[in-house]
């Protein structure tokens, strides 16, 4: 066809081409298997230095003698005030982000550049760093006269999640068809009646997703809590009360000299990595189980 | 420069007497084509013979088969693996769907224009030597004239030959699809594969792209998915009627539409468009 | 009944403006927040003095942030050399050389890869990346080091990038319409040649975007390389040597703030400076995706 390019010339390039694709197909499935093969080394690695360190006594004990020195107990301090913190902002950041959601939703319907420079605002929210998040809790715990505390670690962290919380389900109510808006106004109903009986419901599984994901994040995040919630040996009872939790005490148990205590920095990852896990399997599922159901 | 330019001329003349010289009844043969996805069977043993320097229209309902048939053509279908293909086409002796031809030179042999256009993220200039270029031609000369004869050949040359070097989203829809079509045919095809290309156009950029088609049908083959009745009315000299993943019928327009044998085309010119 | 609804509807709406006000002003007041409390450098300091200077001796009041600003930078930047690639590979090969299915597999590993907790990155640092680069890595190019490297910082930001970095590449290529891949192919390129000239030069504006934000997340991210980067305050850039990153300033000093004079104003004056780095690269970024958006 193309006279200027020889037989040889054409083969010639054919197989440098056939040899380029070959290449970059490779080298591209060894990068995402790699990220597979990471994934499994970080957890099984973890779940071998843990596993045999977790026992019914660290899972259902206080430390004795110092979380640094005393090698007795397990991390149930730790433990029960992950939980407290996580829970506690979980449910200041659903009273405030869902209601933020639907708002944005229901309305702010008919204001598309509004909507847009909110979520706007709120993703940016969302890549401020959780260490950002721990200083400026601690420079507000100052000004309001507390102490690090539960209530002021609850605070921090609800402050950190709920732009995850906002956005995660503002996603799934983003994709509810403006129909059902038209079609419940027009039956009378108030625009916060639509928002909580109708999108609401529609939203449900966006909702839990959302929540599964601020609270994996909550659970997981040590930089928000260092300044906030403080730590100690003892299992908080009243909200001015300093809190342990997991990451903390992974983060100060494995610098520690003596191994019983590096056993029980091990045991807390491999209970923290066992909630991430399920936390993510959790929500991957319930999104699948929506978009399906969507679908049909 | 000048000398050049006549020479390849030449070139292309030798090119098309060439292409008259290979065969003279059919470009494209269909021999028991089947194509299932999963459980669904999308086409049912389809044989075509497709003639030489025609416009052959493929008429249906949507959701018939008429696009999956036009991409088996160039196996696009590869892309989706969901597709099971199975079958032979025939491209000048060279089965299309067997697996050890070079899919880039067969596809080279198409040039496939689809319902929207969709200009590649370049210049418009490079839209249409992209082609040229995976060819492997390099000469600066070559392109350039390349380039302009086939804008020419669309009609597109006098709007845009000050802008070349631009985004072909200046251009308007209509003038998009024909900068497809030219970019199509700078890699020398000798089929065109047309699917619904006038679906997102106004009626005006429709009529020129029917107009084109039926200057290019003197050195091309246009194979043209369309459900507008009208349009196979106008440009068909073969149509050839699916219904259900099956050719229904097949034969010239007139024949066809005066009168449909089957009680699916009938009902198909009463309801359809 | 009537006035009951009225009611709600307005209880319910203020509900709903309350909180998404708090949301919005939440920048806002971080940004304030941390100012007030550095503000006593400024007077003492200028901000250009604070950023150049390289003397880093609180003791004496002398806090030059150039050693931190740097090492956040060299491990930001080892980061985002290792995981740039890999990302763009295996986002290529999941949107286009995989089969669906494989995609299905892989959500479940990028969320966990996402979801693993900051802390539990830091522990394999610790047992893995650590002892790897003091053992092998730095014998290997003839140098001592105890493992607790810059290199090390960066690999491990590296991992904890990829899932989020990846996750918003995949969306930029799933949004290459098929049309555009389906032209190019029938032009006669190979599917490698689609992928370079095609689909990656679409989705340019996205790729930046998803690098700028990795980039933005790496520069906040705490726990997990204050565990592995070995915390010396210098200013050389050498894979082999320890770095002091500016988050980790923060985290590590915490203890201390308050019982040096001007110390707090510091470590203050730090997370504005990391507040302000990256809430700006968010910006400037998210715009960059909300502009692609919007034309598409």
């Given at each position: 066809?193309?006279?200027?390019?020889?037989?040889?010339?054409?083969?010639?390039?054919?197989?440098?081409?056939?040899?380029?694709?070959?290449?970059?197909?490779?080298?591209?499935?060894?990068?995402?298997?790699?990220?597979?093969?990471?994934?499994?080394?970080?957890?099984?690695?973890?779940?071998?230095?843990?596993?045999?360190?977790?026992?019914?006594?660290?899972?259902?004990?206080?430390?004795?003698?110092?979380?640094?020195?005393?090698?007795?107990?397990?991390?149930?301090?730790?433990?029960?005030?992950?939980?407290?913190?996580?829970?506690?902002?979980?449910?200041?950041?659903?009273?405030?982000?869902?209601?933020?959601?639907?708002?944005?939703?229901?309305?702010?319907?008919?204001?598309?550049?509004?909507?847009?420079?909110?979520?706007?605002?709120?993703?940016?929210?969302?890549?401020?760093?959780?260490?950002?998040?721990g200083a400026f809790g601690f420079s507000l715990m100052l000004f309001l006269g507390m102490n690090a505390s539960l209530l002021a670690g609850i605070i921090?962290?609800?402050?950190?999640?709920?732009?995850?919380?906002?956005?995660?389900?503002?996603?799934?109510?983003?994709?509810?068809?403006?129909?059902?808006?038209?079609?419940?106004?027009?039956?009378?109903?108030?625009?916060?009646?639509?928002?909580?009986?109708?999108?609401f419901k529609q939203g449900f599984p966006g909702f839990?997703?959302?929540?599964?994901?601020?609270?994996?994040?909550?659970?997981?995040?040590?930089?928000?809590?260092?300044?906030?919630?403080?730590?100690?040996?003892?299992?908080?009872?009243?909200?001015?009360?300093?809190?342990?939790?997991?990451?903390?005490?992974?983060?100060?148990?494995?610098?520690?000299?003596?191994?019983?205590?590096?056993?029980?920095?091990?045991?807390?990852?491999?209970?923290?990595?066992i909630i991430i896990l399920i936390i993510s399997l959790a929500a991957r599922f319930l999104s699948k189980k929506y978009t399906k159901t969507n679908l049909k | 420069m000048y000398l050049l330019k006549e020479e390849m001329i030449a070139h292309d003349k030798t090119i098309n007497i060439m292409k008259t010289d290979i065969d003279t009844e059919s470009v494209l043969q269909i021999k028991n084509l089947n194509v299932h996805a999963g459980d669904h069977h999308i086409l049912k043993n389809i044989n075509l013979r497709i003639p030489k320097n025609k416009v052959i229209v493929l008429l249906g309902p949507s959701g018939c088969g008429?696009?999956?048939?036009?991409?088996?053509?160039?196996?696009?279908?590869?892309?989706?693996?969901?597709?099971?293909?199975?079958?032979?086409?025939?491209?000048?002796?060279?089965?299309?769907?067997?697996?050890?031809?070079?899919?880039?030179l067969i596809r080279q042999k198409m040039g496939l224009l689809g319902q929207r256009p969709y200009p590649l993220p370049m210049s418009i200039y490079k839209n249409v030597a992209y082609g040229i270029r995976l060819k492997g031609v390099r000469d600066k000369k070559m392109i350039n004239y390349s380039v302009e004869k086939h804008l020419k050949e669309v009609g597109l040359w006098d709007e845009v030959k000050d802008r070349l070097h631009h985004s072909p989203g200046i251009?308007?829809?209509?003038?998009?699809?024909?900068?497809?079509?030219?970019?199509?045919?700078?890699?020398?095809?000798?089929?065109?594969?047309?699917?619904?290309?006038?679906?997102?156009?106004?009626?005006?950029?429709?009529?020129?792209?029917?107009?084109?088609?039926?200057?290019?049908?003197?050195?091309?083959?246009i194979i043209l998915v369309t459900h507008v009745l009208r349009q196979a009315v106008r440009l068909a000299d073969n149509v050839v009627f699916m219904s259900n993943g099956e050719i229904i019928e097949q034969g010239s327009p007139q024949k066809l539409f005066k009168h449909p044998k089957s009680a699916k085309l009938k009902e198909y010119m009463v309801n359809g468009n | 009944m009537l006035y009951r609804r009225i009611f709600i509807e307005?209880?319910?709406?203020?509900?709903?403006?309350?909180?998404?006000?708090?949301?919005?002003?939440?920048?806002?007041?971080?940004?304030?927040?941390?100012?007030?409390?550095?503000?006593?450098?400024?007077?003492?300091?200028?901000?250009?003095?604070?950023?150049?200077?390289?003397?880093?001796?609180?003791?004496?009041?002398e806090f030059g942030f150039l050693p931190f600003i740097l090492g956040s930078l060299h491990v930001t930047f080892i980061a985002f050399c290792l995981s740039a690639p890999v990302c763009l590979l295996s986002a290529i090969f999941l949107t286009q050389f995989s089969s669906k299915r494989f995609m299905y597999f892989m959500h479940p590993v990028i969320d966990i890869l996402a979801g693993l907790p900051s802390v539990i990155y830091g522990v394999w640092g610790i047992i893995v990346i650590v002892p790897f680069i003091s053992d092998y890595l730095a014998p290997l190019f003839g140098v001592k080091s105890s493992?607790?490297?810059?290199?090390?910082?960066?690999?491990?930001?590296?991992?904890?990038?990829?899932?989020?970095?990846?996750?918003?590449?995949?969306?930029?290529?799933?949004?290459?319409?098929?049309?555009?891949?389906?032209?190019?192919?029938?032009?006669?390129?190979?599917f490698w040649e689609t992928v370079k000239h095609v689909v990656i030069k679409k989705g340019i504006p996205g790729i930046i975007s998803a690098f700028g934000l990795g980039i933005a997340k790496a520069f906040g991210e705490t726990m997990a390389v204050m565990m592995v980067v070995g915390n010396m305050v210098q200013t050389k850039f050498h894979l082999f040597d320890a770095g002091y990153p500016l988050p980790a300033l923060i985290a590590n000093n915490y203890g201390e703030m308050l019982s040096i004079p001007m110390y707090d104003s510091a470590l203050m004056f730090s997370a504005l400076l990391l507040f302000v780095i990256i809430l700006l690269i968010n910006l400037v970024f998210r715009y960059f995706i909300y502009r692609t958006k919007k034309y598409e």
């Open positions: 066809m193309f006279s200027d390019i020889s037989f040889t010339e054409r083969r010639n390039m054919n197989k440098r081409k056939i040899i380029e694709e070959k290449l970059f197909r490779v080298l591209s499935a060894v990068a995402t298997y790699s990220l597979i093969a990471t994934l499994a080394f970080i957890i099984i690695l973890i779940f071998i230095k843990g596993f045999h360190a977790l026992s019914w006594d660290m899972v259902f004990k206080a430390p004795k003698g110092g979380y640094y020195y005393g090698g007795e107990g397990g991390v149930l301090n730790a433990i029960v005030g992950s939980l407290y913190i996580s829970i506690g902002a979980t449910l200041i950041a659903t009273l405030i982000g869902v209601p933020a959601a639907l708002f944005i939703n229901v309305h702010l319907a008919r204001y598309k550049r509004t909507q847009n420079t909110i979520r706007y605002i709120i993703d940016a929210l969302w890549g401020v760093p959780s260490i950002v998040y921090t962290v609800a402050l950190l999640i709920t732009p995850i919380v906002v956005r995660t389900f503002d996603e799934v109510l983003c994709t509810i068809p403006k129909g059902l808006y038209e079609a419940s106004m027009a039956l009378g109903s108030t625009r916060s009646e639509i928002s909580f009986k109708i999108i839990i997703t959302a929540l599964l994901l601020a609270f994996g994040r909550g659970i997981g995040d040590a930089a928000s809590v260092l300044f906030t919630a403080g730590y100690t040996d003892l299992i908080p009872i009243h909200l001015d009360e300093p809190a342990a939790t997991l990451p903390l005490a992974i983060f100060f148990q494995l610098s520690s000299p003596i191994p019983e205590v590096r056993e029980r920095a091990y045991a807390a990852a491999v209970i923290l990595t | 008429k696009t999956t048939l036009l991409k088996c053509m160039n196996r696009l279908t590869d892309i989706n693996k969901e597709l099971e293909v199975s079958g032979h086409i025939y491209i000048e002796n060279d089965d299309i769907l067997n697996t050890s031809t070079n899919v880039p251009l308007s829809i209509g003038q998009q699809q024909r900068l497809c079509l030219a970019r199509g045919l700078a890699v020398k095809p000798r089929i065109i594969l047309a699917d619904e290309p006038t679906s997102a156009l106004d009626p005006i950029s429709s009529k020129i792209i029917e107009n084109l088609f039926r200057d290019l049908k003197l050195n091309y083959t | 307005k209880a319910s709406t203020t509900w709903m403006v309350l909180s998404i006000s708090i949301i919005l002003v939440l920048p806002l007041l971080i940004g304030i927040g941390l100012y007030v409390k550095a503000n006593p450098l400024f007077e003492y300091m200028s901000l250009g003095d604070l950023i150049c200077s390289s003397t880093w001796l609180p003791n004496e009041k493992g607790y490297t810059i290199l090390a910082g960066g690999i491990v930001l590296a991992v904890m990038c990829i899932p989020y970095i990846l996750n918003m590449l995949i969306e930029v290529f799933n949004t290459v319409p098929a049309g555009l891949k389906e032209a190019s192919l029938s032009l006669g390129a190979t």
